[in-house]
């Protein structure tokens, strides 16, 4: 037997003002999705924001359903709508936020594993890591430089063959 260890880099940030202009913006625009998200089941209001390598910025937000699971997360709902608009432009970094209106949290929220293997489908595609960054409801930021990172032992195509 041979041990072995997966490690998980990220940098945390206190506040979004350690951050580029652009990445402020991108957080400001995940709170902004944040606000639009249908969740009138649980009450729980989560904002994605992916920044393309042009500039561009889509959003997507969690949108509920009575059918569950027959809702989407925000984070599939932006990436999803950037494939689908934006087909060839890389993804350079996504930022989540969330909010209940039920509970308070400290913490940044992580994206759930579907959205970390959905996630990881576009990073692998581009051949190019996506940035995650997650911002709590007190402001403090955590950095993932790459969705791989949140994912180890990753399924992928070749494991299809």
């Known amino acids: 037997m041979e041990p072995l260890h997966i490690h998980l880099a ?8 350690e951050l580029s202009p652009q990445i402020q913006l991108l957080l400001q625009s995940s709170i902004e999705a944040m606000h639009r998200a249908y969740a009138p089941y649980s009450n729980f209001h989560v904002g994605a924001a992916v920044l393309l390598e042009d500039g561009r910025t889509i959003q997507g937000n969690n949108q509920e359903n009575a059918a569950y699971p027959s809702g989407l997360c925000a984070e599939r ?10 087909p060839g432009i890389v993804i350079t970094a996504i930022a989540i936020t ?10 940044p929220v992580t994206p759930c594993g579907s959205c970390r293997q959905s996630m990881l489908e576009y990073e692998l595609k581009q051949n190019a890591p996506i940035a ?28 299809l063959r």
């Open 77 to 86: 709902v932006a990436i999803f709508a950037a494939g689908a608009n934006f």
């Open 10 to 17: 990220f940098e945390r940030y206190a506040s979004a003002e």
């Open 132 to 159: 995650v960054y997650l911002l709590s409801p007190s402001g403090q930021v955590i950095r993932i430089p790459s969705v791989s990172q949140l994912l180890p032992l990753y399924f992928e195509s070749k494991n």
């Open 98 to 107: 969330a909010s209940s209106a039920t509970f308070t949290s400290g913490d």
